[in-house]
């Protein structure tokens, strides 16, 4: 009897300790909860009202550039994004390096200077080759058309993101969907039709995915170029391609060589391969990348073997627009001077040259006159295989 009972006792305690350590944790859960949400509801401090405010614009606007959602965007919208994006960057644990290592990063990776006594507290980068010299300051948001790179000074980088991709708005503000209840219907008096312009409520688990992919995106474009987080750039060579090889192709960014290997990889083909091998700037200097053939010399063999597989076949110089005699004779030789080095270096004797379809007079002439370009073996490297066709390996 005894017995029995200490057994029912024994029970009762476990049932209390198990429902006491249920409670501890529903309210250990609960508190975390709520921190969270007060986190998130506090995320933008006294800022809130003028996010809100700006937020409700945009939503009411709708998320149609086709039919004009974007086209009052100003400043005001980039200024509340920005606000929201350093929150962001804070909690990931992104740092924000000095002013002066951070205008040294924008200068070496975008070729842009920063002015510290500019009134101006952006930079806008065209991402388009066709249009990267384009330094007017303009306020547009994201599209497929306006790529743009917002640079804010001393701090970090970020596209002109709409609120709605970059925050979950229906969480952190839920009154805002009032502002969308509304269908926003465009009328063509040309065609005398009427359509319904998209709204940011029309699919929102495709927002939901690309707000976390544009998060991601800022986070780790940010973490690389200025926190040298490798962790970043892998993630980058996975989910945001064309940002890391407009780095390389469009900007003239070669001076990390991991980065460049990995565009060099994706680009054996004449037409990108030569977008790699120099840069003109955007005061029409033509700047010659040798540091791909560095990066060539230091892969293993089976690459290297790749590399030379694919300069032999390359028959075509460079591809130079808009230059005139003098740069591209210069683009001419330096990429024969070391394309015929590095294939030198992996092969015995001078099966394969480059310097051949350099033999007319006016390249020789050219070359003295610029005393060679200053390179101490070029003179004697031009000399020994000028003439010399271009032979392969038996």
Known sequence: MIKNEKIKLTKIGILIFALIYSCAKKKEENIQSDNKTNNETMFYNDNNDKIKSILIKQVSS????????????????????????????????????DNKNFNDIIKKVFGRIIDDHSINEYLKIETFAENKCDKSLQYYPYTADAQYLYVVKGKFI?????????????????????????????????????TKASQWKDDLQYLAQTREKNIQILINRNKYLFNDNKASLVWLKFNDEYFLESLVKVFGYVQDKDLLKWVLDRNLDDEEFDKLLFTKTCDNKYIFHKEIFEVMTKADERTKEKYIMYLRAKTELPKVDDANFNETAKIYALYCYYATKFTQSIEQGDVYTFFPKLNEKKYEEEFKKNNYYNIPDFKKLFEDTKNGGIGLPM
Do not use: H, M, R, W
């Not at 550039?65 to 909690?91: C, E, H, R, T």
């Not at 969480?171 to 969907?177: E, Q, Y």
């Open 62 to 97: 709708g998320s149609d550039a086709v039919y004009g959602s974007f086209q009052d965007y100003n400043k005001d919208d980039l200024d509340a994004l920005v606000i929201v994006v350093q929150s962001i960057l804070k909690s990931s644990g992104y740092k924000i390096v």
């Open 158 to 194: 970020t596209n002109f993101y709409p609120l709605p991709t970059i925050i979950d708005y229906l969480k952190l503000f839920p009154d805002v969907s009032k502002f969308e209840k509304e269908d926003i219907i465009i009328e063509d008096k040309i065609e005398n039709v009427k």
